[in-house]
């Protein structure tokens, strides 16, 4: 078994969606696992010239890859079903790709009324906060004691460990700033961002064998905390780079890329294969600058940040190569 894992060192919203979709167009997986969150998430993909949102369903189903909701999500079946429907409308054969774990946990009607009053962490209102609350009180539905999940469902060990040749691109949802341990508690998610989020739905970690570790050249965050420091430079970053959540439409506050933390990131989840996305929205803004221990590093241009970079993660063992990207539907 070969896993290779994609998943956000920021804050979410670090274009995971593009790589996975990236990556599928020509790599031998033969299956992409969603491995933590739920339809907080919001993945954008450009395929063939359109723009597609998805939220629960991995990326794998544009390029004919069966895709798994992993035992470590936890599954809307309303917001599943009209996806499913979406996706098969505009010619994707998700009904055919797609299944769901059977002990992948429910996001019932009353986990979303619940989450809908929240404004302590400015959560997406999905009610992924109170799932998991229910799944670790052990008072949870799983995906298996659904009717309407019938024929969607898969035993995670029988597909995997009865398939020699399994290949699988694990994506993550969210990003490490969100992740329940390691980012900025309470304002963060429900689940867990890491490498470690992927074992947990059933592979040994000898499989491991990428990862990817995607960042944006600054810093975006959505939620109830103060983020963005006061200067107009943000404001035009948020315009340029058209910042708005792919979930709640909600403007994504910017700042600068934490570099301290961002190294963090890059250690904790053993990176190989460090992406920077939107270099073209700092180009257009011209400004290139990174915090560290509080103080900010300015750069002259694009050519003297790439070289600082790469310079700073030479240092990082587990990491083999450094792409900037300035695509939006590739690297
Ligand atoms: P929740 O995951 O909906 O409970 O929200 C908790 C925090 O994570 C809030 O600050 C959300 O805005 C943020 N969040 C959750 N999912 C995403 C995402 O996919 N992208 C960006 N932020 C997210
Ligand atoms: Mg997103």
Known sequence: MIADVVLGLQHGDEAKGKITHQLCSKGNYTHVIRFNGGCNAGH???HEGKKFVTHHIPAGVFYGVESIIGPGCVVDPEQF???????EEAGIPASTLVSIANNAHVITKDHKREDSSD???GTTKRGNGPAYRDKYNRVGTRAKELECFKGYLVDIYEELYSNPDAEILFEGAQGFGLDIDHGDYPYVTSSHCTTASALLNGVPPQAIRKVWGIAKIYETYVGAK????????FDTIQRVGEEFGATTGRKRQCNWTDIDTLLKAVRMNGVTDLVFNKMDVLREVGEWKFKSKDKLLHFQDESQVKSWITSFFSNSPTISNVYFSGNKDRI
Not at 81 to 87: A, D, G, R, S
Not at 226 to 233: C, E, G, L
């Open 119 to 121: 404004s302590r962490i």
């Open 44 to 46: 954008t993909i450009y």
């Open 81 to 87: 079903f009209k996806e499913i429907e979406e996706l």
């Open 226 to 233: 103060s983020f963005q420091p006061k200067d107009a430079v």
